[in-house]
Nanobody
Framework: QVQLVESGGGLVQPGWSLRLSCAAS????????MGWYRQAPGKERELVAT???????NYADSLKGRFTISRDNAKNTAYLQMNSLKPEDTAVYLC???????????WGQGTQVTVSS
């Protein structure tokens, strides 16, 4: 079974950057579709970006150009580079993995990102 551990969140000022990491274990990473989602207080969870096992990416329209998802199969890790952060980006960011063979979906516990001056 896949385990996911997110890291890299924190408190930053508007305009700053952060890179989140999601380390996966317990499965063959190259068969996982990885995704980042976020959930702000009082709001529904929303898609940020996904990256397929072959590296194809998909982004929420509102985040294209500021956020970049990537993966390092050698390190079993997915990343989310977030630039020009805004207060409205404040949320818990959650990593998600979907096994392309079993279709089983796993969620990480989340990492808090707070953008405030």
């Amino acid at each position: 079974q896949v385990q996911l551990v997110e890291s890299g969140g924190g408190l930053v000022q508007p305009g700053w950057s952060l890179r989140l990491s999601c380390a996966a274990s317990g499965s063959i990473f190259s068969r996982l579709v990885m995704g980042w989602y976020r959930q702000a207080p009082g709001k529904e969870r929303e898609l940020v970006a996904t990256i397929s096992n072959r590296g194809s990416t998909n982004y929420a329209d509102s985040l294209k150009g500021r956020f970049t998802i990537s993966r390092d199969n050698a390190k079993n890790t997915a990343y989310l580079q977030m630039n020009s952060l805004k207060p409205e980006d404040t949320a818990v960011y959650l990593c998600n993995a979907r096994d392309i063979f079993t279709l089983f979906i796993t969620w990480g516990q989340g990492t808090q990102v707070t953008v405030s001056s």
